[in-house]
Each structure stands twice: as structure tokens, then as C-alpha cells.
């Protein structure tokens, strides 16, 4: 079982806000992600990291941000919230293990609904 | 540039029949790795396996089997005896070893085992 945990699960709240999905992981992983899954189910990464004080855009532009202070924490933030950002947002996080490609453990995922 | 396509959308079969999903992947490099997984409706993904671009052996576990051929680019995911746990989303996916930061997932195949 993965220790990588999300919270909101769920939040539905107004055009304007600001709101910040929160994603831990306790397994001492260097590289976390944000992934954008849309209701079609496609998975787009937007945010990543290598470690503290690293972060990097994904593939699919996003108006949201991104921190990384510790290295078990990844906070995902967005300003002020639009219906376009409703979707669920995935966090995940890999092992660093020589030239070997971990596989992601990821969160439950955080459900954004903005009306 | 690396792209996983998983043609099938959804598929629907009824329970205790066998079911292959399809993966086909595109990368330039030599070495790269091919991940399943598997996201049950509580949305959660769940790592399922991972392959190495050197080990074209084929992989069983339980009724889980894969196919991986480089000759067709292709990492073929069936599930035999399926059950209803088995209904889910599966993403097929795709990391190349000098961009070890990245995963791409493949759009998803929507797998509905009826009773």
C-alpha cells in the first residue's frame, strides 16, 4: 500500500478562490508529480519535481503552481479557480534508484469541481 | 518523441471470459521501460507491473499475463477468468531511461466485466 495521501478529496467551491491541493508522501521519494486527469480520462502531467527546491512544468499547460520546500511535501495551488479547472488532479511520487525507472504510487486524487 | 496509444476505449465482457488490452508505444530510445495499471473506480492508480526495453519475456501473474513484443511495439495486457473485482480503467505507459523524470500514460481503456 502506498503512503502518498491527498487532501481535499473533494472541493466544490466558487469562480475566484484560491485553493491548494495538498499531497504528502512518507516514503522518502525525491521525485513527486501532478497529473490533470479529465473526464475523459486521460492522464496529463503538469507539474513535477526532483526534489527541494526543484520544480518543472509538465506537458500540458497549467495556470496552476507548484512548491516544493520539503521533500515530503508537494502542494499544488491555483489562484483563482475557473469551471476550466474542474477535474481530478492525481499526485504521485517515485523512487530515485540509480538508472532504474521506479514505478509512480499514487494519492487518491483530489475531485475539483468549480462552479 | 515517445507516445503510448490504447486504441480500445472500453470494452465490455462478461464474467469468466478472457480479455486482451492493447498497447502500442513509440519511442527513439534503446532503453526504456512499459508499465499497466490499473485505476479501480475509487481512483486510486494502482501499479500493476513494469517491463525493461532488454526482457521480452512474456509475464504471468495469476490471471494477469503480458505480452511484450518489440517487434510490433506492442505490451498486450489479458486478463483470463475475469471477474467483476477486475472492472476498472487501465492505462498502459511509457518511460524513457534519459527522461526518467517522466511517465506517459496512454489514454485509458475502460474495462466493464459483466456479471
Known amino acids: 500500500e502506498a503512503d502518498i495521501y491527498q487532501t481535499p478529496r473533494y472541493l466544490v467551491i466558487g469562480t475566484g478562490k484560491k485553493i491548494t491541493l495538498e499531497c504528502s508522501q512518507t516514503?522518502?521519494?525525491?521525485?513527486m508529480y501532478w497529473y490533470q486527469q479529465d473526464p475523459g480520462m486521460e492522464l496529463h502531467l503538469i507539474h513535477y519535481?526532483?526534489?527541494?527546491?526543484?520544480?518543472e512544468k509538465g506537458d500540458l499547460s497549467s495556470e496552476s503552481t507548484v512548491s516544493r520546500i520539503r521533500t515530503e511535501h508537494f502542494p499544488l495551488t491555483l489562484e483563482s479557480a475557473r469551471p476550466s479547472h474542474t477535474s481530478q488532479y492525481l499526485c504521485?511520487?517515485?523512487?530515485?534508484?540509480?538508472?532504474?525507472?521506479?514505478?509512480?504510487?499514487f494519492g487518491e486524487g483530489s475531485r475539483l469541481t468549480v462552479l | 518523441a515517445q507516445k503510448v496509444t490504447q486504441a480500445q476505449t472500453e470494452i465490455s465482457v462478461v464474467e469468466k471470459e478472457d480479455v486482451t488490452l492493447d498497447c502500442v508505444y513509440e519511442?527513439?530510445?534503446?532503453?526504456?521501460?512499459l508499465f499497466w495499471y490499473k485505476q479501480p473506480p475509487s481512483g486510486e492508480l494502482v501499479f500493476l507491473i513494469r517491463?525493461?526495453?532488454?526482457?521480452?519475456q512474456n509475464e504471468i501473474s495469476g490471471r494477469y499475463s503480458w505480452n511484450f513484443q518489440k517487434s510490433t511495439s506492442s505490451f498486450n495486457f489479458t486478463i483470463t477468468a475475469s471477474q467483476v473485482v477486475d472492472s476498472a480503467v487501465y492505462f498502459c505507459?511509457?518511460?524513457?531511461?534519459?527522461?526518467?523524470?517522466?511517465?506517459?500514460f496512454g489514454k485509458g481503456t475502460r474495462l466493464h466485466i459483466l456479471p
Open positions: 505507459a511509457l518511460s524513457e531511461a534519459w527522461r526518467d523524470d517522466k511517465i506517459i
Open positions: 517491463r525493461n526495453s532488454f526482457d521480452e
Open positions: 519535481s526532483y526534489g527541494v527546491n526543484s520544480t
Open positions: 519511442t527513439r530510445d534503446t532503453t526504456y521501460y
Open positions: 504521485a511520487s517515485r523512487p530515485t534508484s540509480g538508472s532504474f525507472n521506479g514505478e509512480l504510487f
Open positions: 516514503m522518502g521519494h525525491d521525485k
